[in-house]
């Protein structure tokens, strides 16, 4: 089992930048880590993960903006966002997968102002 907790969420304006992390309690490199949100009213969505063969995978609605990052030795996974827009506004979610093992922390808010 692993523990994950975000931080770095903020109120930014449009245009800026926020970097968020995740600390897991435990090594990471055995998982595929990572980042959702989830804006009011709407359903949780993936926005940046590791694939199994260690590549990136964003969506198409981040990709340019968003850059996803992962430090094994601090346990720890990064989502630097960049050019903001307050359509980004929602909760962040870091997620762990292993086999059929699904984990995630309690969120970060993130909100973008126009």
């Known amino acids: 089992q692993v523990q994950l907790v975000e931080s770095g969420g903020a109120l930014v304006q449009a245009g800026g930048s926020l970097r968020l992390s995740c600390a897991a309690s435990r090594s990471i490199s055995i998982y595929r880590m990572g980042w959702y949100r989830q804006a009011p009213g709407k359903q949780r969505e993936l926005v940046a993960t590791?694939?199994?063969?260690?590549?990136?995978n964003y969506a198409d609605s981040v990709k340019g903006r968003f850059t996803i990052s992962r430090d094994n030795a601090k346990n720890t996974v990064y989502l630097q966002m960049n050019s903001l827009k307050p359509e980004d506004t929602a909760v962040y979610y870091c997620?762990?997968?292993?086999?059929?093992?699904?984990?995630w922390g309690q969120g970060t808010q993130v909100t973008v102002s126009s």
């Open positions: 997620n762990a997968v292993l086999f059929a093992s699904d984990y």
């Open positions: 590791f694939t199994s063969g260690g590549s990136t």
